[in-house]
């Protein structure tokens, strides 16, 4: 299986700032990955996918890059609705994986 | 407006079953591979199983195979996950999701709780 690393494992921060989340995969995984945000008693929601590509609908503040093994995930100036956890999940081999997850809250 | 709502949780007995089901609506239910993901109370997300939009292709967590089975009836727009065996490992809420170009997981249900204790 496709072990994914993601860290911080949490992270505090002000409003404004930028935020950054890394994902390491234990395997070359392509472009394959994407980024959720899960908000307390909801259901994840789809940011990025393929790494660097926007969803429809999600605001230009997030954004993704990386390929192959290390993926990096960005917030430019953060908001008070973005407290979530945010986690990485590959899909180029199955069983499709998650990382553990970065719990993000606000200074 | 694509919605999918997930059914059948509940209390359960080690060693027993359950069958969950995630009615969808709001998009050609058969072009679309479903998927089902859970999380343990408190914990991450852990994929536990596919099926691809004709339901001829199913995939599974090696923690599920040989105990769940995945299905769908595509005339009635409805994907299911029987749950057989359950022991305290399973209790998690289960959401059921649609893939988008692979397993990008692109629209989800609100998620149901399957508390396995005795």
């Known amino acids: 299986d496709v072990r994914m690393t993601q860290s911080p494992s949490s992270l505090s921060a002000s409003v404004g700032d930028r935020v950054t989340i890394t994902c390491q995969a234990s395997q070359d995984i392509k472009n394959y990955l994407n980024w959720y945000q899960q908000k307390p008693g909801k259901a994840p929601k789809l940011l990025i996918y393929d790494a660097s590509n926007l969803e429809t609908g999600v605001p230009s503040r997030f954004s993704g890059s990386g390929s192959r093994t290390d993926f990096t995930f960005t917030i430019n100036s953060l908001q008070p609705e973005d407290i979530a956890t945010y986690y990485c999940?590959?899909?180029?081999?199955?069983?499709?994986?998650f990382g553990q997850g970065t719990r993000l809250e606000i200074k | 407006e694509v919605q999918l709502v997930e059914s059948g949780g509940g209390l359960v007995q080690p060693g027993g079953s359950l069958r969950l089901s995630c009615a969808a609506s709001?998009?050609?239910?058969?072009?679309?591979?479903m998927n089902w993901v859970r999380q343990p109370p408190g914990k991450g997300l852990e994929w536990v199983s596919a099926i691809s939009g004709y339901g001829g292709s199913t995939f599974y967590a090696d923690s599920v195979r040989g105990r769940f089975t995945i299905s769908r009836d595509n005339s009635k727009n409805t994907l299911f996950l029987q749950m057989n065996f359950l022991g305290a490992e399973d209790t998690a809420i289960y959401y059921c999701a649609r893939s988008r170009d692979g397993y990008s997981f692109d629209y989800w249900g609100q998620g149901t709780l399957v508390p396995v204790s005795s």
């Open positions: 999940q590959q899909y180029n081999n199955l069983p499709i994986t």
């Open positions: 709001g998009f050609t239910f058969y072009n679309y591979a």
